[in-house]
């Protein structure tokens, strides 16, 4: 016997089916925080695609690739022309964006672009208002895996012209790009990351997850100097319960080995964004970065406390003078400590006594230092050493 499906019941079991398969495809991505690279912090608006494609040979043959950084992502100054069927063509320094991104994929990595909602870009480059399904179609046929989209011109064009001394209605107006662009983004059917990019307004932890925003920056552009660096990771206090699989805050991309940061800036740097679940985007200039960077950016212990499945962000425990004590539970009971120097004389050392019952911990402890590598006992007040600007980062496998 022949059982006949009325076609409007076949046409909502194909779309519940679609959405289901959507919504898990969405759901897959950066389950844990993106890894990978950024043009923007090195190469700004000079980033051409011999950069893109030298970039992502040096993540592979430099071994960051088996470290876990995949996406290669093109920040702005891509942008050329619309057409006059509005279709966004790419500027001279990208002759070809399906090319590129075929040869990415051809490295076993995927490729992001920057697209923002307004009509110009940061850099004055041309924005999606108005082609956002156009645009995310595009970038679906290119094959592009990643979307970061900044909010920019969308304030003086957009939200401060409609909405003139009214802050309400011009946020609702930005949430309505961003979720406009989340929904473009899903009609595609491509799983592709969705990066909300502005600066933290709105408290936008709290409404970004609904618009399938994987991760949202939480603070305005990061800088390779440590007073940014600090005032970043300390914006973050608060935010923690907004993070996990498939939605986290974003302090901004790395600045590791960028600048004049020294060592112990930059393994604090590393250490805290991995402590605080944010995405692990370096931004240096990777075929001529030294070995000691390199070092930083692949230090697995690292990498896998940043990485841990469970996805709970690092809280602010306590701090004591200028020493701060941040921790994070890990899958199967274990935790994270990292005991950050933010005193800012170069030459001394603190000396700072570690309170183990603040982290609820009870008596001697077994840690490993993820820097050294070395195992080390824990007993309650021990004194402990730490140069300005360095961190200790310790992982408790079994804490008691
Ligand atoms: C803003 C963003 C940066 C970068 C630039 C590009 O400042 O916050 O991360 O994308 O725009 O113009």
Redesign the pocket.
């Known amino acids: 016997m022949r059982i006949s499906v009325p076609l409007p019941l076949a046409a909502i079991a194909l779309a519940a089916i679609t959405f289901v398969f959507q919504t898990s495809a969405r759901a897959q991505v950066a389950a844990t925080p993106p890894m990978g690279w950024?043009s923007?912090?090195y190469f700004?608006?000079k980033v051409t695609d011999k950069d893109i494609r030298d970039s992502a040979d040096q993540i592979v043959s430099g071994g960051m690739k088996d470290a876990g950084y995949i996406y290669v992502n093109i920040?702005?100054?891509w942008e050329g022309e619309r057409d006059a069927s509005g279709v966004l063509h790419t500027n001279t320094k990208f002759p070809d964006m399906k090319a590129l991104a075929d040869y990415v994929h051809s490295k076993g990595l995927k490729l992001g672009i920057?697209s923002?909602p307004g009509p110009k870009?940061?850099?004055g480059?041309a924005g999606s208002l108005g082609h956002e399904e156009q645009d995310a179609k595009m970038y679906a046929d290119w094959g592009i895996d990643y979307l970061?989209y900044?909010l920019?011109s969308f304030i003086p064009e957009v939200m401060e012209k409609q909405a003139p001394n009214d802050k309400a209605a011009q946020m609702r107006l930005m949430v309505a790009a961003y979720d406009k662009m989340g929904k473009a983004l899903k009609a595609t059917g491509r799983p592709i990351v969705y990066s909300l990019?502005q600066?933290g307004w709105d408290n936008v932890w709290e409404w970004a997850p609904a618009l399938g925003g994987n991760l949202w920056?939480t603070t305005?552009?990061?800088q390779a100097r440590w007073q940014s660096i600090y005032d970043l990771m300390s914006e973050q206090v608060g935010l923690a319960s907004y993070a996990g699989p498939g939605h986290w805050n974003d302090p901004?991309?790395l600045e590791v080995g960028n600048g004049k940061l020294s060592l112990a800036e930059n393994r604090t740097h590393f250490s805290m964004w991995s402590m605080l679940a944010a995405p692990l985007l370096a931004g240096n200039d990777l075929p001529h970065m030294k070995p000691e960077i390199h070092a930083i950016l692949t230090n697995r212990d690292v990498i896998a406390i940043d990485q841990d499945p469970l996805g709970h962000e690092a809280r602010h425990i306590y701090s004591k003078g200028e020493v701060e004590v941040w921790a994070r539970d890990l899958k199967n009971g274990a935790k994270a400590i990292a005991i950050v120097n933010a005193g800012s004389d170069v030459y001394s050392t603190h000396p700072f006594h570690l309170d183990l019952t603040q982290l609820g911990l009870h008596g001697p402890q077994h840690a490993k230092n993820l820097w050294t590598g070395k195992e080390m006992d824990l007993t309650n007040n021990m004194p402990i050493e730490l140069p300005s600007h360095d961190v200790l980062l310790l992982r408790i496998a079994n804490p008691k």
């Open positions: 950024n923007w912090n700004a608006e920040d702005d100054t920057y923002g870009t940061c850099a480059y970061k900044d920019c990019c600066y920056r305005g552009d990061i901004d991309m």
